[in-house]
Structures are given as structure tokens and as C-alpha cells.
Nanobody
Framework: VQLQASGGGLVQAGGSLRLACAAS????????MGWFRQVPEKAREFVAH????????YYTDSVKGRFTISRDSAWNTVYLQMKDLKPEDTAVYYC???????????????WGQGTLVTVSS
């Protein structure tokens, strides 16, 4: 399975960005797809996921009300709409996919290459 992430960039605080992650090359749908993020010298942090068949979503507390995850089943693509961005949202964002249920967050059976989001103050 290949995950191709796109949409990162530089934005001012309070601005918006939309990330996309296109999945290909495997058996679909995955059970879940979602996003993690990582800053240097810190562990990768779970951000949000969507359960493919039901569309139910789950977010880490720090992004609730600002980020929205969605999917396009026809294109095996998941999106992360980010608004009201803050400097602390600056990170490399990775998309991930799980084949089966792991728990409240995600395990990450498959990973994309990462896309950098930089929020300036």
C-alpha cells in the first residue's frame, strides 16, 4: 500500500491549509486512515482518524474544533482540513492507514512520506 501525502506549506497563524492523502496499491478500503504529526526530537503524535466504513471521526484534544478529517471513497483519499492554525501546529504531518481495529487511536500499518506544515506567528 502506498500513501501519498500533499498539501503542506507555510501559513500565518489563524490561516488554513488542507492536507490530502491518496492511497493506492493495496486492498481497500482500509479500516481507518488518519494523520499523525511530528516535530524534531519529539515522538510522533496522533492527530485524527476516520473509520472508513462508518465515517466516524476521532481527534486529539488539541485540534478539536479546528481540524476536520474527511474521506473520498471514490478516490481512496483522506483529507485534513486545518483552520485557525497556531504556531504549535508546525510539524511534519504523516498520513497513516490501519487494516484492522487497533484501539482509540491508530497503529499505523502503512505510512505516507510526510508533508511539512509551518505556521508563522
Amino acid at each position: 500500500v502506498q500513501l501519498q501525502a500533499s498539501g503542506g506549506g507555510l501559513v500565518q497563524a489563524g490561516g488554513s491549509l488542507r492536507l490530502a492523502c491518496a492511497a493506492s496499491g493495496g486492498t481497500f478500503p482500509m479500516y481507518r486512515m488518519g494523520w499523525f504529526r511530528q516535530v524534531p526530537e519529539k515522538a510522533r503524535e496522533f492527530v485524527a482518524h476516520i473509520t472508513w466504513n462508518t465515517g466516524s471521526t476521532y481527534y486529539t484534544d488539541s485540534v478539536k474544533g479546528r481540524f476536520t478529517i474527511s474521506r473520498d471513497s471514490a478516490w481512496n483519499t483522506v483529507y485534513l482540513q486545518m483552520k485557525d492554525l497556531k504556531p504549535e501546529d508546525t510539524a511534519v504531518y504523516y498520513c497513516a492507514a490501519d487494516r484492522i481495529y487497533f484501539g482509540p487511536t491508530m497503529k499505523g500499518d502503512f505510512w505516507g512520506q510526510g508533508t511539512l506544515v509551518t505556521v508563522s506567528s
